[in-house]
Protein backbone atom coordinates (compact mmCIF):
# COMPACT_ATOMS: atom_id res chain seq x y z
CA UNK A 1 0.00 0.00 0.00
CA UNK A 2 1.21 3.93 -0.86
CA UNK A 3 2.97 5.95 2.01
CA UNK A 4 0.95 8.85 3.09
CA UNK A 5 2.27 11.96 4.45
CA UNK A 6 0.17 14.18 6.80
CA UNK A 7 1.08 17.26 8.79
CA UNK A 8 1.33 15.94 12.46
CA UNK A 9 -0.74 19.15 13.81
CA UNK A 10 -3.42 21.98 12.88
CA UNK A 11 -5.40 23.77 14.55
CA UNK A 12 -8.95 25.09 13.90
CA UNK A 13 -11.67 27.63 14.99
CA UNK A 14 -14.51 26.17 16.30
CA UNK A 15 -17.52 26.36 13.70
CA UNK A 16 -14.59 26.90 11.04
CA UNK A 17 -14.18 24.11 8.11
CA UNK A 18 -11.09 22.18 8.90
CA UNK A 19 -9.15 21.41 5.88
CA UNK A 20 -6.60 18.30 6.32
CA UNK A 21 -4.54 17.40 3.78
CA UNK A 22 -2.77 14.16 2.86
CA UNK A 23 -0.30 13.67 0.26
CA UNK A 24 -0.26 10.17 -1.41
CA UNK A 25 2.23 10.68 -4.57
CA UNK A 26 3.09 6.93 -4.78
CA UNK A 27 -0.61 5.66 -5.06
CA UNK A 28 -1.68 3.12 -7.76
CA UNK A 29 -4.50 2.99 -9.89
CA UNK A 30 -6.30 0.25 -8.13
CA UNK A 31 -5.57 2.18 -4.48
CA UNK A 32 -8.15 4.10 -2.64
CA UNK A 33 -7.95 6.91 0.10
CA UNK A 34 -9.32 5.84 3.09
CA UNK A 35 -9.77 8.59 6.33
CA UNK A 36 -10.14 7.43 9.84
CA UNK A 37 -10.08 9.58 13.22
CA UNK A 38 -9.28 8.83 16.74
CA UNK A 39 -10.67 10.78 19.38
CA UNK A 40 -7.87 10.64 22.57
CA UNK A 41 -7.74 6.70 22.82
CA UNK A 42 -10.84 5.57 21.84
CA UNK A 43 -11.06 2.82 18.70
CA UNK A 44 -10.12 4.37 15.09
CA UNK A 45 -13.72 5.80 13.94
CA UNK A 46 -14.16 5.09 9.72
CA UNK A 47 -15.04 9.42 8.15
CA UNK A 48 -15.12 8.49 4.57
CA UNK A 49 -13.15 6.85 1.14
CA UNK A 50 -12.74 7.91 -2.34
CA UNK A 51 -10.83 6.86 -5.47
CA UNK A 52 -10.78 9.68 -7.66
CA UNK A 53 -14.38 11.98 -7.12
CA UNK A 54 -14.75 13.95 -4.35
CA UNK A 55 -17.02 12.02 -2.14
CA UNK A 56 -19.47 13.80 0.77
CA UNK A 57 -21.24 12.05 3.90
CA UNK A 58 -23.00 13.18 6.90
CA UNK A 59 -19.51 13.43 8.37
CA UNK A 60 -16.83 15.01 5.80
CA UNK A 61 -16.45 15.62 2.42
CA UNK A 62 -13.13 14.01 0.57
CA UNK A 63 -11.33 16.29 -2.53
CA UNK A 64 -9.18 14.28 -4.03
CA UNK A 65 -6.61 16.21 -7.40
CA UNK A 66 -6.97 15.01 -10.64
CA UNK A 67 -3.59 13.05 -10.33
CA UNK A 68 -4.54 11.55 -7.39
CA UNK A 69 -1.22 12.57 -5.52
CA UNK A 70 -3.01 14.11 -2.44
CA UNK A 71 -6.51 14.88 -0.98
CA UNK A 72 -7.87 17.41 1.56
CA UNK A 73 -10.47 15.71 4.27
CA UNK A 74 -12.69 18.89 4.87
CA UNK A 75 -15.20 18.98 8.09
CA UNK A 76 -17.22 21.67 7.38
CA UNK A 77 -18.34 23.20 10.70
CA UNK A 78 -15.46 21.80 12.97
CA UNK A 79 -16.94 21.66 16.74
CA UNK A 80 -14.78 21.05 19.99
CA UNK A 81 -15.54 16.86 19.14
CA UNK A 82 -13.73 17.04 16.26
CA UNK A 83 -10.40 17.64 17.96
CA UNK A 84 -8.76 13.84 17.18
CA UNK A 85 -5.83 12.56 15.48
CA UNK A 86 -6.61 12.00 11.56
CA UNK A 87 -5.47 9.37 9.62
CA UNK A 88 -5.07 9.45 6.07
CA UNK A 89 -4.92 5.62 4.75
CA UNK A 90 -4.05 4.59 1.48
CA UNK A 91 -4.85 0.77 0.18
CA UNK A 92 -6.15 -1.61 -2.48
CA UNK A 93 -9.78 -1.99 -3.30
CA UNK A 94 -9.28 -5.81 -1.98
CA UNK A 95 -8.16 -5.90 1.13
CA UNK A 96 -5.87 -8.50 0.57
CA UNK A 97 -5.67 -11.28 3.50
CA UNK A 98 -4.89 -9.47 6.21
CA UNK A 99 -7.45 -6.37 5.24
CA UNK A 100 -5.17 -4.60 7.68
CA UNK A 101 -5.24 -0.78 8.02
CA UNK A 102 -1.59 0.76 8.01
CA UNK A 103 -1.85 3.87 10.42
CA UNK A 104 0.48 6.29 10.03
CA UNK A 105 1.21 9.23 12.69
CA UNK A 106 -1.57 11.17 11.19
CA UNK A 107 -2.40 14.84 12.44
CA UNK A 108 -3.91 15.83 15.96
CA UNK A 109 -6.29 18.35 15.03
CA UNK A 110 -7.31 21.23 17.54
CA UNK A 111 -10.51 22.68 17.61
CA UNK A 112 -10.36 26.03 18.99
CA UNK A 113 -13.31 27.68 21.04
CA UNK B 1 -26.96 -0.50 17.76
CA UNK B 2 -24.14 -1.75 15.72
CA UNK B 3 -21.03 -2.14 17.96
CA UNK B 4 -18.03 -4.26 18.63
CA UNK B 5 -17.45 -4.30 22.32
CA UNK B 6 -14.35 -5.42 24.60
CA UNK B 7 -14.22 -6.70 28.12
CA UNK B 8 -12.68 -5.35 29.90
CA UNK B 9 -11.63 -2.28 29.74
CA UNK B 10 -8.64 -1.88 31.99
CA UNK B 11 -6.67 -4.25 33.21
CA UNK B 12 -3.69 -4.58 35.72
CA UNK B 13 -2.24 -7.82 36.49
CA UNK B 14 0.93 -9.22 36.58
CA UNK B 15 3.80 -10.86 34.89
CA UNK B 16 2.71 -14.77 33.87
CA UNK B 17 -0.68 -14.41 34.96
CA UNK B 18 -2.74 -15.63 32.01
CA UNK B 19 -5.14 -13.43 30.82
CA UNK B 20 -8.21 -13.35 28.05
CA UNK B 21 -9.58 -9.70 26.48
CA UNK B 22 -13.05 -10.61 24.86
CA UNK B 23 -14.37 -9.15 21.97
CA UNK B 24 -17.43 -9.47 20.58
CA UNK B 25 -19.16 -8.34 17.45
CA UNK B 26 -23.39 -7.83 16.68
CA UNK B 27 -23.19 -7.20 12.60
CA UNK B 28 -21.97 -10.69 11.24
CA UNK B 29 -19.04 -9.36 10.03
CA UNK B 30 -16.61 -12.51 9.16
CA UNK B 31 -13.72 -10.50 9.42
CA UNK B 32 -12.12 -9.97 12.93
CA UNK B 33 -8.50 -8.12 14.05
CA UNK B 34 -6.36 -7.17 17.07
CA UNK B 35 -4.11 -4.33 17.11
CA UNK B 36 -1.96 -3.00 19.58
CA UNK B 37 -1.25 0.96 19.67
CA UNK B 38 1.71 1.97 20.74
CA UNK B 39 3.27 5.40 21.89
CA UNK B 40 5.40 6.35 18.58
CA UNK B 41 4.51 2.76 16.77
CA UNK B 42 1.07 3.64 15.99
CA UNK B 43 -1.69 0.63 16.02
CA UNK B 44 0.15 -2.56 14.42
CA UNK B 45 -2.06 -6.00 14.02
CA UNK B 46 -1.85 -8.82 16.54
CA UNK B 47 -3.46 -11.34 14.96
CA UNK B 48 -7.00 -11.63 12.68
CA UNK B 49 -9.52 -14.09 11.39
CA UNK B 50 -11.74 -14.26 7.79
CA UNK B 51 -14.25 -16.47 9.19
CA UNK B 52 -15.10 -19.06 11.99
CA UNK B 53 -12.29 -21.27 12.92
CA UNK B 54 -9.80 -19.20 10.39
CA UNK B 55 -6.68 -17.26 11.99
CA UNK B 56 -3.40 -15.61 10.61
CA UNK B 57 -0.97 -14.32 12.25
CA UNK B 58 -0.54 -10.46 11.60
CA UNK B 59 2.68 -8.45 12.15
CA UNK B 60 3.29 -8.85 16.07
CA UNK B 61 1.71 -12.42 16.98
CA UNK B 62 5.01 -13.20 19.45
CA UNK B 63 3.11 -13.86 23.13
CA UNK B 64 -0.46 -13.88 22.09
CA UNK B 65 -3.44 -16.18 21.05
CA UNK B 66 -6.77 -15.65 19.33
CA UNK B 67 -9.61 -18.54 18.95
CA UNK B 68 -12.76 -17.93 16.31
CA UNK B 69 -15.18 -20.62 17.68
CA UNK B 70 -17.83 -17.99 17.02
CA UNK B 71 -18.26 -15.71 14.83
CA UNK B 72 -19.52 -12.63 16.88
CA UNK B 73 -16.51 -13.69 18.87
CA UNK B 74 -12.66 -13.22 18.91
CA UNK B 75 -11.04 -13.36 22.28
CA UNK B 76 -7.54 -12.26 23.13
CA UNK B 77 -5.51 -14.72 25.25
CA UNK B 78 -2.13 -13.80 26.25
CA UNK B 79 -0.58 -16.76 28.23
CA UNK B 80 2.13 -15.42 30.34
CA UNK B 81 1.90 -11.77 29.70
CA UNK B 82 5.25 -10.01 29.93
CA UNK B 83 5.41 -6.12 30.54
CA UNK B 84 6.82 -5.23 26.86
CA UNK B 85 2.50 -6.05 26.18
CA UNK B 86 1.51 -3.50 28.16
CA UNK B 87 -0.42 -1.38 25.32
CA UNK B 88 -3.98 -0.32 24.42
CA UNK B 89 -5.49 -2.89 22.33
CA UNK B 90 -8.05 -2.63 19.95
CA UNK B 91 -10.27 -4.86 18.78
CA UNK B 92 -11.94 -4.68 14.76
CA UNK B 93 -14.33 -5.92 12.60
CA UNK B 94 -15.78 -5.78 8.79
CA UNK B 95 -17.70 -7.44 6.30
CA UNK B 96 -15.20 -10.19 4.61
CA UNK B 97 -11.53 -8.83 3.43
CA UNK B 98 -12.03 -9.23 -0.25
CA UNK B 99 -14.93 -7.26 -0.34
CA UNK B 100 -14.15 -3.49 -1.23
CA UNK B 101 -14.97 -0.71 0.76
CA UNK B 102 -14.73 -2.82 4.07
CA UNK B 103 -15.18 -0.08 6.44
CA UNK B 104 -13.83 -1.27 9.98
CA UNK B 105 -15.60 -1.28 13.07
CA UNK B 106 -13.56 -0.83 15.88
CA UNK B 107 -14.11 -1.49 19.56
CA UNK B 108 -13.39 1.23 22.49
CA UNK B 109 -9.84 -0.16 23.19
CA UNK B 110 -8.24 -2.34 26.49
CA UNK B 111 -5.57 -0.73 28.24
CA UNK B 112 -3.63 -3.39 29.61
CA UNK B 113 -0.79 -3.04 32.28
CA UNK B 114 1.46 -5.97 33.16
CA UNK B 115 3.24 -5.55 36.20
Known amino acids: DAKTTQPPSMDCAEGRAANLPCNHSTISGNEYVYWYRQIHSQGPQYIIHGLKNNETNEMASLIITEDRKSSTLILPHATLRDTAVYYCIVRKVYGGATNKLIFGTGTLLAVQP | EAQVTQNPRYLITVTGKKLTVTCSQN?????MSWYRQDPGLGLRQIYYSMNVEVTDKGDVPEGYKVSRKEKRNFPLILESPSPNQTSLYFC??????????????FGPGTRLTVL
Open chain 2, 92 to 105: ASSFQSGVAYNEQF
Open chain 2, 27 to 31: MNHEY
